[in-house]
């Protein structure tokens, strides 16, 4: 069997740095191991038009965005094929045939489906296109028989659900699909990053991200305002680092290297939560450190992508010929599927 990846990310938004740690980092790690045989990312318009369909201009305007967070932080796409959604037609055939393996209950039962409804207001009427984004999802992998699908933890149970419409295609119409697998971030406080201000996710609506296209100077006012622990009033006071998202940021992004070159007067993060933990050391410092480290990061990201945004149309020549050759796959890969449900009615003309 060939190892394939698919993945991607709904244009909605520039990406941030929950985005980086919780799946970006690893996809470039996997493409540079040599370990893939192909590797697809796709940026998720169709899927984006799902919640955004009165808004396709911004969908728009975010395919650059992410096409350029993508190159800047490595995503290469002479080693990987970046591609636009709906430039792939053979997805939405692919998605009408599994509409038939899935019911209405278990689209609703969908955690992440079912959280996004209620975030975004749709629960008293929800549209069709939304509700089904997880079958969508299903073909997007299956079409390109990706085994591996590095995402964040929120993506879970759409892989749970691919593998489910996987197996019941493959049990009525004999073994013909790919059951693929998540691949998750090992450190868990890059799992899911809280945002900035200590809420659980980080999300545009809540402005609590620091992105990817930051400046110094943005990412410097962001870190510095970050929430910690708010009963860690007097700096004598013991504090808490589980909690606290200066901590967790650490956590994600520090490593001994940063220590010994910003605050050599700690051997690693340990001592420095068994300092903050036993009370005496100020917040300030806490964030001057993880400000450090921030900019160290994302410094050559933002210049990649500077570098990178001077050549709009090059971006876009990219998309086309990425999205070119995933429709290719996608329709041989198409092919198979009917050929399997023996609709392939005009396959030998
Ligand atoms: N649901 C993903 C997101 O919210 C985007 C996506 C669409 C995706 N299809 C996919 C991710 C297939 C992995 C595999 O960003």
């Known amino acids: 069997m060939k190892n394939i990846i698919l993945t991607g990310d709904r244009p909605s938004g520039k990406l941030h740095i929950g985005h980086y740690v919780g799946s970006l980092k690893r996809r470039v790690e996997l493409q540079n191991s040599g370990k893939f045989d192909k590797i697809y990312v796709m940026i998720a318009d169709a899927q984006a038009l799902t919640d955004n369909f ?20 490595g995503i290469d796409p002479a080693k990987s094929t970046i591609f636009v959604q709906s430039h792939v037609a053979e997805l939405t055939e692919l998605t009408f045939y599994y509409m038939n393996l899935v019911t209405l209950a278990r689209l609703e039962r969908n955690p992440t489906v079912k959280a996004e409804l209620k975030q975004k207001n749709f629960e008293l009427s929800i549209p069709m296109g939304f509700l089904t984004y997880p079958v969508s999802q299903t073909a997007d992998i299956t079409a390109f028989k990706a085994n591996t699908v590095p995402v964040g933890e ?16 493959n049990g009525l119409y004999g073994e013909t699909l790919i059951e693929p697998k998540a691949v998750l971030p090992e450190n868990k ?53 589980e909690h606290n998202p200066t901590f967790i940021y ?22 420095l939560k068994a ?19 921030m900019q160290e990061i994302l410094e050559p990201i933002r210049l ?25 796959v996608a329709a041989a890969n198409l ?11 005009f396959a030998d003309r």
């Open 335 to 345: 092919a198979d599927v009917k050929k399997a449900m023996k609709i392939d009615y």
């Open 54 to 73: 009165d808004n396709p201009d911004k969908v728009r305007a975010n395919i650059t965005e992410v096409a350029l967070d993508y190159m800047a932080c």
């Open 304 to 328: 990649r992508r500077e570098e990178l945004a001077k050549d709009i149309p090059a971006v876009w020549d990219m998309l086309y010929k990425g999205s070119e050759e995933a429709r290719k």
């Open 250 to 271: 650490l956590e994600a992004f520090s490593t001994q290297e940063h220590f010994a070159k910003y605050l050599p007067e700690y051997a690693n993060l340990d001592e």
């Open 189 to 241: 406080a890059c799992l899911r990053l809280p945002g900035t201000d200590g809420m659980a996710k980080m999300s545009k609506s809540l402005g609590n991200c620091i992105y990817l296209s930051d400046s110094a100077d943005e990412i410097k006012r962001k870190v510095m305002g970050m929430y910690t622990d708010p009963n860690h009033i007097k700096v004598t006071d013991p504090g808490d680092t």
């Open 154 to 169: 929120d993506q879970l149970p759409m892989l749970e659900q691919a593998r489910e419409i996987v197996r019941s295609f």
């Open 275 to 293: 300092h903050y933990q036993r009370g005496g050391l100020v917040d300030l410092n806490v964030k001057k450190f993880l400000n450090a480290v």
